[in-house]
């Protein structure tokens, strides 16, 4: 494996899940692999789980790793080709990845969207300008429209916990102060749609993602007909794909609460984090027996352990 953006660079997916439930189940089996090769992780935006999930993941591993939030502690980056640089950028692209891929076997990048550009996002310019220079494998951190690492964490822990063989996993819009991406539905959505799963997304009328991303999955508006019998509730925010970027409404009707529960079949909410509290879930299904949302979190892990792995034997 060379590249990780999407679950469209994973030739099994269900032998990827198992790979990654066989490293939970004994994290250092392949501490030898990882030895004396090295991992950057590349920031241009904030992170917790990410960061210190695939930090983690590379340790079992045996790797070297490299952190750097790039938006602070590098240059400002010229991303255009042809220009002349006299202005805020110090430093182009083509030399910045060119110079990491000097120094790591691997590279992470995160690169969220402007929301400003649609076509620019969703052509992920930035990520594949660090794939195209820095001439080593690279896998997603989270770029402008994909979140394959957490995507892949979230099937890990359905597939983990599931009561039944195809469960209904439900993915529903919550509402939230400030324009989101779409990466992380637009990920959980193709991965939904290749796995065994009933898989349906509900938001208002106007938050349909782009239907790149939502192939085989139901589409709803009615969010009590969506949840009812529902396994898996994963629950997240985004902004509008038409017109890009905008916030068309507060509905802050659409906050999940244990009486939206009830109609479930006892339903496991999720959410890949961080969450804003009693605006996009409550503090009652957060703190209640629903969530799972830390122990999806702990299978990041897994997720970029499975994931590293197949990259350094593909070295
Ligand atoms: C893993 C999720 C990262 C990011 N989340 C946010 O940007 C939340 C920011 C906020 O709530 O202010 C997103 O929605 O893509
Ligand atoms: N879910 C997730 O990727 O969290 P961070 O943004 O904190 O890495």
Redesign the pocket.
Known sequence: MKLFSSVNDVTDVNALVKEALALKQDPFAHQQLGKNKTLALVFL???????M?TQKAAMNLGMNVMVLNIDKEGWALELRDGVIMDGTTVEHIREAAGVMGQYADIIGV?SFPGLRNREEDYSEMIFNKFVEFCKVPVVS??SATR?P??SLADLITIEELKKTARPKVVLTWAPHIKPLPQA?PNSFSEWMCKADVDFTIVQPKGYELCTDFTQGANISYNQDEALAGADFIYVKNWSAYEPYGNILGKHEEWMLTNKKLEQTNDAKVMH???VRRNLELSDEILDGPSSIVVHE?GN?VWAAQAVLKQMLESL
């Open positions: 935006n904030p992170s917790l789980r990410t960061r999930s995160r951190l989270e979140h690492l957490q992380v890949c984090l961080p979190a990041r």
